[in-house]
């Protein structure tokens, strides 16, 4: 279960990482219903919506976790576990978003890029982003997430609602991710 959890945590944090897109106050704007996380990636490129590359720290929070059958002591736990570092830190990666992959972003910032998942409806423009995806893969829980936030050049605000389960264990996380721009990428950071 932890696993499933954590796989589907990493693959919101991808998602979140969309809308690290430039450009508030443009009338650029994207709106399209069920469509992969390349076709939402292709929409957003001739929307001539563009990443602003350096580098960046996201704070990923989840504020609630319900999974049948756990007890709320385990929730609450794992919660926490998946919030904080060892330390009792909040969770802050720092990646850097290279110039060519601003430039051209692929499926992979749009969730997963694997296939198994279809956005119902994904809009974006004027600072705001919201869609609802939905996600059909064997080897993982079924899942349905939701998003809404919103974002400017330098800085965007997400929260999640993952819902899903498999084997009679239905999951249900409310994450709150933020994340800035920090400045010029550095050697050892990530790159997505």
């Known amino acids: 279960m ?28 994207v709106d399209v219903k069920n469509a992969t996380a390349s076709e939402v990636a292709g929409k957003v490129g001739e929307a001539g919506l563009h990443f602003l ?14 999974v049948a ?6 929730a609450a736990a794992m919660k926490q576990a998946m919030s904080q570092d060892q330390a009792g830190k909040p969770r802050v990666t720092r990646t850097c978003l290279t110039p060519d992959k601003a430039a ?14 279809t956005y119902k409806s994904f809009t974006m423009g004027d600072g705001k982003i919201s869609g609802s995806m939905t996600c059909d ?7 349905t997430m939701t998003m ?11 929260d999640m609602v993952m819902a899903g389960g ?13 994340s800035h721009r920090v400045g010029d990428c550095k050697a050892d950071d990530k790159v997505p």
């Open 148 to 158: 809404n936030g919103t974002y400017t050049s330098d800085s965007y605000t997400m």
């Open 53 to 66: 590359p350096g580098a960046w720290e996201t704070t990923v929070k989840m504020t609630d976790l319900s």
């Open 104 to 117: 051209k972003p692929d499926s992979t910032f749009f969730g997963k890029g694997d296939g198994h998942c």
């Open 137 to 143: 893969d064997p080897r993982q829980a079924a899942s």
């Open 2 to 29: 932890r696993t499933t959890t954590i796989g589907l945590l990493a693959g919101m944090t991808l998602l979140a990482g969309l809308t690290l897109l430039a450009g508030c106050g443009d009338k650029k704007q």
């Open 69 to 74: 059958g756990m007890a709320p002591e385990m």
């Open 166 to 178: 498999q084997k009679g264990q239905a999951m249900s996380m409310h994450i709150a991710v933020t």
